[in-house]
């Protein structure tokens, strides 16, 4: 077709034809050209734009792995704090049954300082003594803090 439409052109052997004909060539190879360096433009923007979101996928990347870290040290911190907790705990038992023991032992101490009477010693009693070493011991076992 363009064959023969330059055989139509060049068989008139006119310039005008041709001259035409060049410019509308020139004109597609501008318009091309331009297309072209605007198609480039395009995808140089684009480039960009991967290289920015897979420079903010990357730290993402690195937050996510940091928070991860994170994770695992609070879940060894929370697990420290539990076991600390559950010693202070059983701590407390411990120390509440040794109070509740102590009180319980200072009560009956008091019910037998309280129900004791005294009374005169009889002629016999006065013969026989308790040494000092056991007399010593009985007041430092009766002396016992609470």
Request: net charge neutral; proline share 1%; aromatic share 2%.
């Given at each position: 077709?363009?064959?023969?439409?330059?055989?139509?052109?060049?068989?008139?052997?006119?310039?005008?034809?041709?001259?035409?004909?060049?410019?509308?060539?020139?004109?597609?190879?501008?318009?091309?050209?331009?297309?072209?360096?605007?198609?480039?433009?395009?995808?140089?923007?684009?480039?960009?734009?991967?290289?920015?979101?897979?420079?903010?996928?990357?730290?993402?990347?690195?937050?996510?792995?940091?928070?991860?870290?994170e994770i695992v040290r609070l879940r060894s911190l929370l697990e420290l704090a539990?076991?600390?907790?559950?010693?202070?705990?059983?701590?407390?038992?411990?120390?509440?049954?040794?109070?509740?023991?102590?009180?319980?032992?200072?009560?009956?101490?008091?019910?037998?300082?309280?129900?004791?009477r005294t009374r005169v010693r009889t002629e016999a009693e006065r013969m026989e003594?308790?040494?000092?070493?056991?007399?010593?011991?009985?007041?430092?076992?009766?002396?016992?803090?609470?």
């Amino acid at each position: 077709m363009l064959g023969s439409a330059l055989q139509f052109f060049i068989g008139q052997r006119s310039w005008i034809p041709l001259a035409v004909m060049t410019t509308m060539l020139l004109a597609a190879c501008a318009w091309m050209c331009v297309q072209g360096l605007r198609l480039d433009a395009v995808r140089a923007d684009a480039a960009l734009q991967i290289q920015a979101e897979q420079a903010a996928h990357n730290a993402t990347r690195g937050q996510l792995v940091a928070a991860g870290h994170e994770i695992v040290r609070l879940r060894s911190l929370l697990e420290l704090a539990r076991n600390a907790t559950a010693t202070v705990q059983d701590s407390l038992r411990d120390a509440l049954a040794r109070e509740s023991e102590a009180v319980s032992a200072a009560a009956a101490r008091k019910l037998i300082l309280d129900q004791m009477r005294t009374r005169v010693r009889t002629e016999a009693e006065r013969m026989e003594v308790v040494d000092d070493a056991t007399r010593d011991a009985v007041a430092a076992r009766l002396n016992l803090p609470l």
